[in-house]
């Protein structure tokens, strides 16, 4: 079972978010080219490319860390080390706090680049790249969190010591409260959208809403970090 939800929540989920996001961005692209907007060029076709590539990196992260964790997803699932059975509901709160930073991440890219799909596209590539980018954090703070707890799970499959329950439940805490603090790209991306100017004052104001955002996702980040230390 345990191998089963990580599967859903490392790879599937961010798949068909990244999915989603590209068909609600191939809709925007047929609507400009519905008002006689010129989006048929090399160029145009090769920064939706740009951003297939890095929308698609929390799943390429989920196919990793599916496979880097599969080790202790099947001893968990053969009970064969009642030690790392205990740390089952970690691991699954870890899994979710990936699924719920790779979501946050591509809606907000996707956000960005689909509300500016027409600067994107054309001279303000050089801006709304930058904005569409900075949501990526939320899933490499995911990764690295996750590939802490799984050295701690090999060390215990190597038979260390396994934390107390009132550490463990401290950690699934962090990690809780990292998933929330994800959610905050979306709604900054959305508020930063709502500045159409890109110029050099509007460009700033824009990405200093989209940084806002992070600040939830460090919050997060420290508190599941520090949680993850006194395991």
């Known amino acids: 079972m345990a191998g089963l939800e990580a599967l859903i929540l490392l790879v599937i989920v961010p798949a068909v978010a990244w999915m989603t996001a590209l068909f609600l961005l191939r809709s925007a692209h047929e609507k400009l080219a519905r008002e006689g907007l010129d989006v048929t060029q090399g160029t145009s076709r090769g920064r939706i ?37 205990r740390l089952e509901p970690l691991l699954l709160w870890a899994t979710f706090a990936f699924s719920v930073a ?4 591509i809606a907000a890219q996707a956000g960005i680049v ?7 596209l054309g001279s ?30 090999d060390s215990v499959r190597a038979g260390g010591p396994v934390a107390s329950d009132s550490v463990l439940s401290g950690a699934i805490g962090s990690f809780q409260a990292f998933a929330v603090g994800t959610v905050a790209f979306p709604i900054a991306a959305g508020f930063s ?14 990405l200093l809403i989209v940084e806002i955002g992070e600040l939830p996702v460090l919050v997060g980040l ?9 395991l």
Do not use: E, M
């Open 49 to 85: 490319l740009v951003f297939l590539g890095y929308s698609g990196t929390p799943v390429v992260f989920g196919i990793i860390s599916y496979v880097l964790a599969r080790p202790a997803l099947d001893a968990s699932d053969a009970i064969a080390n009642a030690s790392v059975v």
């Open 102 to 105: 790779s979501c946050s991440t």
């Open 114 to 120: 689909r509300s500016r799909l027409w600067a994107f």
């Open 124 to 153: 303000g590539f050089g801006r709304v790249l930058p904005l569409s980018v900075v949501p990526t954090t939320a899933v490499v703070f995911a990764l690295v969190l996750l590939l802490f707890l799984l050295g701690y799970t």
């Open 193 to 206: 959208n709502r500045i159409r100017d890109l110029s050099q004052r509007g460009f700033t104001r824009a």
């Open 222 to 230: 420290v508190q599941a970090f520090l949680a993850l230390s006194s």
